[in-house]
């Protein structure tokens, strides 16, 4: 059975700084990684995914992560956090033989001005 | 292109009421997911559908939720004799088939039962 980890239901930054939001992974074949962003009162938006090929992932407005096998890992970063990625965000795994989603608790970012 | 579209945006009802909730899903999406979002929680996965195949219904919480979805088009979530505990955000959320394609989520509806 999969699962998912994120580290930290609340990360507190400054505006400027660096974002760093864990998820960590179990997982018995190759998984298919994602990490959706949601804003109050929306739907979840789809940031990135992983399926095969480069392990370091770009995604939409400036995010970025990285597949680590060994570390069954696949944390999302941004090298200086911008007021409105304020929000809840979600890691998500697939894997082969199943189409439902893991999701992850959710980790909400606050960024202070 | 219009993406997954689903209404009521709020409703209000009493307990002890039937409710019904809709997912416009977008074209071409054979899959489509019911999920449950209480306040500051994450997300709780309801029921799957994929194209013609039987519903994969084993996240709904009770017998008194129920869903249905004609080929690959609207889908309606139905909530029987409502109870306080099933007050929430409601999400659905279509894809194309396949393990290593992302969702696509509406905006949901939020479910206040008094």
């Known amino acids: 059975a999969q699962s998912v980890t994120q580290l930290g239901s609340h990360v507190s930054v400054s505006e400027g700084a660096l974002v760093l939001l864990r998820c960590n992974y179990s997982?018995?074949?190759?998984?298919?990684l994602f990490w959706y962003v949601q804003y109050p009162n929306q739907g979840l938006q789809l940031l990135l995914k992983y399926t095969t090929g480069a392990t370091l992932v770009k995604g939409i407005n400036g995010f970025e992560a990285e597949f680590k096998k060994s570390e069954t890992s696949f944390h999302l970063t941004k090298p200086s956090a911008h007021m409105s990625d304020a929000a809840e965000y979600f890691c998500a795994v697939t894997q082969g033989g199943s189409y439902i989603p893991t999701f992850g608790r959710g980790t909400s970012l606050i960024v202070h001005p | 292109g219009a993406g997954v579209s689903q209404s009521p945006s709020n409703k209000v009802t009493e307990k002890g009421k039937d409710v019904e909730l809709r997912c416009d899903p977008i074209s071409g999406h054979t899959a489509l997911y019911w999920y449950r979002q209480r306040l500051g929680q994450g997300l709780e996965f309801l029921i799957y559908?994929?194209?013609?195949?039987?519903?994969?219904k084993s996240g709904l919480p009770s017998d008194r939720f129920s869903a249905e979805r004609t080929g690959e088009s609207v889908s309606t979530l139905t909530i029987q004799r409502t109870q306080q505990e099933d007050s929430a955000v409601y999400l659905c959320a279509s894809s194309l088939w396949g393990v290593n394609q992302p969702q696509h989520f509406g905006d949901g509806t939020r479910l206040s039962i008094l």
């Open positions: 997982s018995s074949v190759p998984p298919y």
């Open positions: 559908f994929q194209g013609n195949s039987a519903p994969d």
